[in-house]
């Protein structure tokens, strides 16, 4: 038996290094069969519990009491089935989600964590339950801060919302996710994959591109995950490039003040007017020689004036060019009338009355 043990060892590991050196694609490794859908969490993957208990609260506005107090038996309901204990504080405005000694599931409390969260930012309790199974997950984008100018940022949250809501109901159409328009943040609820293209396509409307591009984008998108051969290959030549257009509106100034070169020395002091006396010769006038100087400056300007306000009054009385007078042509006499060609017609005309 030993021998025979001996002789097929080295057969059966020359078998199996052939088995590992042949390729495998990473195309099969990386794509999820279809309909594959992971078990679930039950109690006997995890019999003993958890060892310490984990609790989340959070705030809610006031616009959202009543309607937390009609639905809150059945958020309660909903999280009694994963052994979760949630508690409704009206005087504090919170709720609060704490772990049980039955509770089995470590990650129920995330999720738990998030229903609240979502109810608190205005999700229907219908949607929000969705988020306790475990295919889902949901995504708080705060757009807030995004843009400075509140008008400009209201005019882009609407370009998000569409004509009617019809820009969300293609957003959530085209990516299998509930989105939550409300105040300064957009909830959205589905597959990881859906929320992915969501907050891409917030940021970029916050950014000023418009939300069509991304659902054009979308569409396509879609078509080709149809065809299997072109699940592995790169789509770019068939995504369409759009290109941001950001003409500047600001006018420009008449007077451009233009830079002049930089240098090290400092510019030359200006002549004071003591300098300009000293240059002129002036400086060493006397008070009477002074005065006089500026008379006389002042009858050069005053008879510059009168000359030309006098000349600007003789412009009346100038006459106008006239324009010359021209004769009339006489009429060219040079074509001769042939006064026999004419009688020879009127006599034919004659016969044939």
């Known amino acids: 038996m030993a021998e025979t043990e001996q002789s097929v060892g080295p057969n059966a590991k020359g078998k199996n290094k052939k088995r590992q050196t042949q390729p495998v694609e990473e195309s099969e490794l990386l794509t999820v069969p279809d309909g594959w859908k992971e078990d679930p969490f039950t109690k006997e993957d995890n019999p003993r519990g958890l060892l310490e208990e984990s609790s989340f609260a959070t705030l809610f506005p006031k616009y959202r009491e009543a309607y937390l107090k009609e639905c809150w038996p059945l958020v309660q309901k909903a999280l009694n089935e994963s052994f979760v204990k949630a508690e409704l504080d009206l005087i504090e405005g919170s709720m609060t989600v704490t772990t049980t000694k039955k509770t089995f599931d470590p990650y129920v409390i995330v999720r738990a964590r998030d229903l609240i969260k979502l109810l608190a930012r205005s999700v229907p309790f219908e949607q929000a339950v969705r988020i306790l199974q475990d295919d889902m997950a949901c995504d708080i984008i705060k757009i807030g801060s995004l843009v400075r100018n509140r008008e400009r940022f209201i005019k882009r949250r609407q ?3 569409g004509p009617k809501g019809s820009t969300l109901k293609a957003l959530e159409l085209l990516t299998n996710c509930y989105i939550m328009v409300q105040g300064n943040t957009v909830s959205a609820l589905g597959p990881f994959s859906g929320l992915k293209e969501v907050r ?6 916050m950014k000023n591109i418009h939300p069509i ?10 078509e080709l995950a ?4 072109l699940r592995s290959k790169s789509w770019e030549r068939f995504l369409p490039q759009f290109k941001h257009k950001n003409v500047s509106k600001r006018k420009e100034p008449k007077k451009k003040s233009v830079k002049k070169d930089y240098t090290p020395f400092p510019p030359p002091q200006p002549e004071s007017q ?3 006396e000293l240059a002129s010769g002036e400086y060493f006038l006397k008070e009477s020689q002074k005065r006089r100087k500026k008379l ?18 003789n412009k009346a009385f100038i006459p106008p060019k006239e324009k010359p007078i021209t004769k009339p042509q006489k009429a060219s006499t040079s074509a001769k009338i042939d006064v026999n060609a004419i009688k020879d017609k009127v006599k034919k005309k004659k016969k044939k009355k």
Request: charged content about 50%.
């Open 226 to 229: 149809k065809d299997p051969e």
């Open 213 to 222: 591009y991304n659902i054009k984008a979308l569409m396509i998108k879609r």
């Open 274 to 276: 003591i300098d300009k």
């Open 200 to 205: 891409k396509v917030v940021w970029d409307t």
């Open 159 to 161: 370009r998000l919302l």
């Open 296 to 313: 006389e400056e002042v009858k050069t300007k005053q008879a510059e004036a009168v000359t030309k306000r006098q000349e600007e009054r």
